[in-house]
């Protein structure tokens, strides 16, 4: 069954500060791999995903992840928080045709500091 | 350009009270699914569907029901509240290997008393 874990429950960065919020899949094959962030009280938008080609993939907001296969990790980073991008991140990975389903891990909420 | 409309964004329910919450998209996705979300646990699956009148059941399926007789339309129906039931809940649309990218819903906030 495919699993992710996320092991930083809460990380506080200055703003300013570069950030990398950890990642780990299991998964039998090569996965599809998302990251998403919740704003409070919202739903959740997508930041970047991974399916295949290039292992560092370009986000929205300034937000990179690195697929790294021998780790099985899709670490996320940006090298400059804002105040804004406060929120909670959620790693995420999917199945192909056969195991559709979209799992999620517990999360990271981020606050940043002045 | 709506997307994924859930309703309601809040609900209080006593305990054994049956609702259900509504999830409507308009981006003509075969996949739907429903989460919930609890402090600490992340999104886990309840039910999704592959297309109308196709369901399965997630991770934790018990104590709701869904169907899916639209395209369009994928309610979730709790058929007698619990206080373990108390949590947000998120209806996706469109995550397969070919759509590529799931689009969430605002949430529902429901409260079981």
């Known amino acids: 069954a495919q699993s992710v874990t996320q092991p930083d429950i809460h990380i506080t960065v200055s703003e300013g500060a570069s950030l990398e919020l950890r990642c780990n899949y299991s998964?039998?094959?090569?996965?599809?791999l998302f990251w998403y962030v919740q704003s409070p009280g919202q739903g959740l938008q997508l930041l970047l995903k991974?399916?295949?080609?290039?292992?560092l993939v370009q986000g929205i907001k300034g937000f990179e992840a690195e697929f790294k296969r021998s780790q099985s990790s899709f670490n996320l980073r940006k090298p400059s928080v804002h105040w804004s991008d406060a929120a909670e991140y959620f790693c995420?990975?999917?199945?192909?045709?056969?195991?559709?389903?979209?799992?999620f891990g517990t999360g990271t909420r981020l606050t940043i500091i002045p | 350009n709506a997307g994924v409309t859930q309703t309601p964004k809040f609900q209080v329910l006593k305990t054994g009270q049956s609702m259900t919450l509504q999830c409507a998209q308009d981006?003509?996705?075969?996949?739907m699914s429903w989460y919930r979300q609890d402090p600490g646990m992340g999104l886990r699956l309840i039910h999704y569907?592959?297309?109308?009148?196709?369901?399965d059941q997630g991770e934790v399926p018990n104590g709701y029901n869904v169907s899916r007789s639209t395209t369009e339309d994928f309610p979730l129906r709790l058929l007698s509240a619990a206080p373990s039931q108390t949590s947000v809940y998120f209806c996706?649309?469109?995550?397969?290997?070919?759509?590529?990218?799931?689009?969430f819903g605002q949430g529902t906030r429901l409260t079981v008393v």
């Open positions: 981006m003509n996705h075969e996949y």
């Open positions: 569907s592959v297309g109308a009148g196709i369901t």
């Open positions: 998964y039998g094959a090569t996965p599809y």
């Open positions: 996706a649309s469109g995550w397969t290997s070919r759509n590529t990218e799931a689009f």
């Open positions: 991974y399916f295949s080609g290039d292992t």
């Open positions: 995420a990975v999917g199945g192909v045709f056969g195991n559709e389903k979209l799992t």
